[in-house]
């Protein structure tokens, strides 16, 4: 079992930025890859990034490329997201997810992620 808790969303002014954090408790957080997802409101979830256990590889959807960054700390049990040079369309509720399957790919697709967070509000005002 792996335990997911976001944190730093708020509302921004476009141009601004925010770094959202998600905490993990569980299995060893070390082991496996992470993700940022996205849903905003009558919209499907949508990927936004992804992380290798180690934080060697990083992977980003085209829309937030240049303007975010996924790290992580393995020794804090935490994975972030930098988020600069926000837009309105970016205004969403955030999550972040680990996949458990070991895969050599990070992956896009929600489904391939086994934990989720409860998500945060990130509301960006033009």
């Known amino acids: 079992q792996v335990q997911l808790v976001e944190s730093g969303g708020g509302l921004v002014q476009a141009g601004g930025r925010l770094r959202l954090s998600c905490a993990a408790s569980g299995r060893a957080f070390s082991t496996y890859a992470m993700g940022w997802f996205r849903q905003a409101p009558g919209k499907e979830r949508e990927f936004v990034a992804a992380?290798?256990?180690?934080?060697?590889?990083?992977y980003y959807t085209d829309s937030v490329k240049g303007r975010f960054t996924i790290s992580r700390d393995n020794a804090k049990n935490t994975v972030y997201l930098q988020m600069n040079s926000l837009k309105p369309e970016d205004t969403a509720v955030y999550y972040c997810a680990a996949d458990m399957s070991r895969s050599r790919y990070l992956r896009e697709n929600q489904y391939d992620y086994d934990y989720w967070g409860q998500g945060t509000q990130v509301t960006v005002s033009s």
């Open positions: 992380i290798s256990w180690s934080g060697g590889r990083t």
